[in-house]
């Protein structure tokens, strides 16, 4: 069966500081990959998504990078945090015939 | 473009009693729907969803939703609500034809349901 996993599981970073969290897919090949971000318990925001290795799409404008160096792996990272990147981070990954998402446990950053 | 709207921020009900989270959307072509439920500090997890066929899906946990399509909809539904049901829940839609071949989903904003012993 495939399992997603996501770490880690929570973060304190302080402002200006660099950012680098890992999502892994076992299980499958060709997943596509997308990285999340929930503000305040809420809404999700799509940042990121890869439908393979190096290509990344962005849907919006910000502080962060993606990449993803190979088949079943997706980074999240920035140069120099900001305050506006606090948030809930989730790794998503879709089979390539693609009907539900699967989720991976997130990552709480705060940065302080 | 596609989009979902879950109208209500937050639903209360008393345990027992039936409980129905409301979800529209709007696609261009024919929708994908699903429905994921999150535990706080949690990632979101599979319910259940609609690709084609019979309108009324059965998914985890005895939840079920019903697809309408000339109301444009796909509300969540469960006969007998538990204090364990309690979560925030999301809908999401994807167009058959997505960009790119990203098959992205969009999602609602949430609803909060809270079960009341």
Redesign the interface.
């Known amino acids: 069966s495939q399992t997603i996993h ?1 770490w880690p599981a929570t973060l304190v970073q302080p402002v200006g500081s660099p950012l680098s969290l890992e999502c892994t897919v076992e299980g499958t090949s060709n997943p ?1 990959l ?1 990285w999340y971000r929930q503000a305040a ?4 925001q ?1 940042l990121f ?1 890869s ?1 393979g290795i190096g290509q990344i ?1 962005s849907e919006v404008p910000q502080n962060l990078s993606a990449s993803r160096p190979q088949d079943r792996q997706f980074i999240l990272s920035s140069k120099k945090l900001l305050l506006s990147d606090s948030g ?1 981070y ?1 790794c ?1 990954w ?1 089979p390539r015939e ?9 990552t ?1 950053l705060t940065v302080v | 473009a596609q989009s979902v709207a879950q109208p209500e921020d937050q639903v209360n009900v008393a345990e027992g009693n039936p409980l129905t989270v409301k979800c529209t959307y709007s696609v261009s072509g024919n929708p994908y729907l699903f429905w994921y439920v999150q535990y706080p500090n949690r990632g979101l997890q599979f319910l259940l969803k609609y690709i084609t066929g019979d309108n009324l899906v059965k998914g985890s946990y005895g939840f079920e939703a019903e697809f309408n399509k000339s109301q444009t909809s796909f509300h969540l539904k469960k006969p007998s609500a538990l204090v364990s049901d309690s979560a925030l829940y999301f809908c999401a839609v994807r167009d058959v034809f997505s960009k790119a071949g990203s098959y992205q989903l969009t999602f609602g904003k949430g609803t909060k349901l809270s079960v009341i012993p």
């Not at chain 1, 693609?98 to 997130?106: I, K, L, M, S, Y």
Request: charged share 10%; glycine share 16%.
């Open positions: 996501q596509n997308y318990g809420r809404g999700l799509l998504y439908v799409s809930f989730l998503a879709t693609n009907t539900e998402a699967f989720f991976g446990q997130g709480r």
